[in-house]
């Protein structure tokens, strides 16, 4: 599986026009092959590996997870975790006003 993902971080007053874009735009990801299940994706970026393991063994991670284990009648199998440590960012110049 090849999971192709695209993150924007959206100026706050353009949001709806961002969103707007997406959603009212034609799909022709309807005419490619299709499984027969839905993926949902969710993504947090942390400062680093340490604070995600801090939140993980924090007690408001704890409360916010409370009863999700019922999810397993809702997925096919159990969710698969990804981490990633960032080994490089590389930043344009900034343009000249």
Known sequence: MFVAM???KIRPEKEAEFK???LDREVFLRTAPASDYLVYASQTV?????AYDAWRKSELFHVAHKGMGQGEVLTL???E?????V????AG???AA
Do not use: C, H, I, P
């Open 46 to 50: 942390w400062a680093s590996r340490e």
């Open 81 to 85: 975790f990804s981490g990633y440590d």
């Open 6 to 8: 695209n993150r924007f």
């Open 93 to 95: 110049q900034e343009q």
């Open 77 to 79: 199998e159990k969710r």
């Open 20 to 22: 707007s874009r997406w």
């Open 87 to 90: 080994l490089r960012t590389v």
